[in-house]
């Protein structure tokens, strides 16, 4: 599913802001599934969910939607050895509130954009998303992952990213 040059130009708006902080793109320098980034990971499940919301045609705070999967994975430490990372249980049970903390110290986040980061590892983590944009980013993020983990690379890169949200004429400098 293809983007309007109007939904191009809205989505590249909700994360510019982001994309410019120095704390967010530390992570370029994390691995998040055989050798895609996890800024990379993180703009791509920010893309999928947005196409999935306009797909659903459903009442969603698509700005906020967009933020939160944009900082779902906002954790600064190897997942792999666990070097930086605070706490003792298993990675997939805690990065999400590690996310989250992250995000709240380096970003005014709102409620939905919390839940958002909060609740995206559902089902591992017991509490549903309570709202359309938490499942959506869910959804979105487990298919950018299996796509990842399969090295289906193709429209999963930044580059290609950027092409896309440039083509039609929007200038994005993802």
């Not at 698509?62 to 990372?85: K, V």
């Not at 970003?107 to 995206?120: A, D, G, P, T, V």
Request: overall charge positive.
């Amino acid at each position: 599913m293809g983007l309007s040059k109007i939904e191009k130009i809205f989505f590249y708006g909700c994360i510019q802001e982001a994309l410019q902080s120095y704390e967010l793109n530390k992570l370029n320098h994390f691995v998040q599934h055989r050798g895609f980034n996890r800024l990379d990971h993180c703009i791509a499940v920010a893309l999928i969910s947005y196409k999935l919301g306009l797909l659903f045609d459903i009442d969603i705070d698509a700005r906020s939607m967009i933020r939160g999967a944009l900082m779902h994975d906002f954790y600064l430490y190897d997942w792999r050895n666990q070097t930086g990372r605070k706490g003792g249980m298993f990675h997939c049970f805690t990065h999400p509130q590690e996310a989250c903390n992250t995000a709240a110290e380096h970003f005014e986040i709102n409620s939905l954009e919390q839940n958002i980061i909060l609740r995206h590892m559902w089902p591992l983590t017991v509490v549903p998303p309570t709202c359309y944009e938490a499942l959506i980013v869910s959804l979105a993020d487990k298919y950018c992952t299996i796509k990842e983990v399969l090295r289906s690379r193709k429209n999963f890169q930044r580059t290609a990213i950027i092409a896309e949200l440039n083509s039609n004429g929007s200038k994005a400098a993802v």
